[in-house]
């Protein structure tokens, strides 16, 4: 019998009068809409995620508000909510002209690689993750090879606990030691009921890490329902790992102490 342990990301946001404004998000070079932009109100903590027409709905209580855009690859932009109602044109957002190449997702396919790597296990279980748009890390010491690079990564999780009416989507997370970020993508892969082993390629970018050097590697969920969405995925036993959590994409990485687990994964490594 499975067992299992949910870390429940908790938000609590308080109600206020609030107002809706919709707005559309677009490229500022090739004025192609933007699927996926983060749309965060520094104010009052609520946040959404633009649709596949570039849309999304911005709550406020006070013109004051500061507004957030966020997508990588992008510069990310804070305006007041007065400015964004003043103009009344598309929003735009401009490229990040030193960003790398995007992250190629690609299901449930193989990639071929020099070297594998999967934390050692005797007996995985499953976990659960809850949240409008939870984030997790778990920590990897790089040995497995020298002069390589990172070409994919592969989860394995149990996504049969999303419901019907959810629009939840995954990206992944690769943080040097100091928590920056690795991988520079705006893409993201749409998680259905019942879907497993999901591989990401980032064939297309350079990501070397150092041999010895500690780094952590996750993955973020967002709803784009608002709503709380709960995920499953393996982990294994191993005393020497550090997990950390973050309840929104804004938020501070928090550690879990003494949870004693790593997430089961797979990275695949190219010799330079």
Same mark, same amino acid.
């Given at each position: 019998?499975?067992?299992?342990l949910?870390?429940?990301?908790?938000?609590?946001?308080?109600?206020?009068?609030?107002?809706?404004?919709?707005?559309?998000?677009?490229?500022s070079?090739?004025?192609?809409?933007?699927?996926?932009?983060?749309?965060?109100?520094?104010?009052?903590?609520?946040?959404?995620?633009?649709?596949?027409?570039?849309?999304?709905?911005l709550?406020?209580?006070?013109?004051?508000?500061?507004?957030?855009?966020?997508?990588?690859?992008?510069?990310?932009?804070? @305006?007041?909510?007065?400015? =964004? #109602?003043?103009? $009344?044109s598309?929003?735009? +957002?401009?490229?990040?002209?030193?960003? &790398?190449?995007e992250?190629?997702?690609?299901?449930?396919?193989?990639?071929?690689?020099?070297?594998?790597?999967?934390?050692?296990?005797?007996?995985?279980?499953?976990?659960?993750?809850?949240?409008?748009?939870?984030?997790?890390?778990?920590?990897?010491?790089?040995k497995?090879?020298?002069?390589?690079?990172?070409?994919?990564?592969?989860?394995?999780?149990?996504?049969?606990?999303?419901?019907?009416?959810?629009? @939840?989507?995954?990206?992944p =997370? #690769?943080?040097? $030691?100091?928590?920056?970020? +690795?991988?520079?993508?705006?893409?993201t &892969?749409?998680?259905?009921?019942?879907?497993?082993?999901?591989?990401?390629?980032?064939?297309?970018?350079?990501?070397?890490?150092?041999?010895?050097?500690?780094?952590?590697?996750?993955?973020?969920?967002?709803?784009?329902?608002?709503?709380?969405?709960?995920?499953?995925?393996?982990v294994?036993?191993?005393?020497?790992?550090?997990?950390?959590?973050?309840?929104?994409p804004?938020?501070?990485?928090?550690?879990?102490?003494?949870?004693?687990?790593?997430?089961?994964?797979e990275?695949?490594?190219?010799e330079?």
């Amino acid at each position: 019998m499975r067992l299992f342990l949910f870390f429940v990301i908790l938000l609590n946001v308080s109600v206020f009068a609030q107002t809706t404004k919709s707005i559309v998000i677009k490229d500022s070079l090739t004025h192609q809409v933007l699927e996926n932009v983060l749309v965060y109100n520094l104010t009052t903590k609520e946040f959404n995620y633009s649709n596949s027409d570039g849309q999304a709905d911005l709550s406020y209580d006070d013109e004051e508000n500061d507004i957030q855009f966020y997508l990588p690859g992008y510069a990310q932009v804070v @305006v007041s909510m007065k400015n =964004i #109602i003043e103009n $009344e044109s598309a929003f735009l +957002l401009n490229p990040w002209t030193e960003s &790398l190449e995007e992250v190629v997702l690609i299901g449930d396919a193989e990639l071929k690689s020099d070297y594998v790597y999967a934390p050692p296990s005797k007996k995985k279980r499953y976990i659960g993750i809850s949240g409008k748009s939870p984030s997790i890390s778990f920590s990897y010491l790089h040995k497995i090879c020298a002069n390589c690079r990172l070409i994919g990564m592969k989860i394995y999780l149990d996504s049969s606990t999303i419901e019907q009416e959810d629009e @939840v989507d995954i990206r992944p =997370i #690769i943080l040097d $030691e100091n928590f920056k970020s +690795l991988i520079v993508s705006s893409n993201t &892969l749409p998680l259905l009921q019942n879907q497993r082993n999901i591989l990401i390629s980032f064939i297309d970018e350079d990501i070397t890490l150092e041999q010895g050097e500690k780094y952590y590697v996750g993955w973020e969920f967002m709803n784009k329902k608002n709503s709380n969405v709960r995920l499953r995925f393996q982990v294994v036993k191993n005393k020497n790992n550090d997990i950390y959590v973050r309840s929104e994409p804004n938020n501070y990485w928090v550690p879990v102490d003494d949870a004693n687990l790593s997430l089961y994964y797979e990275l695949y490594f190219k010799e330079n």
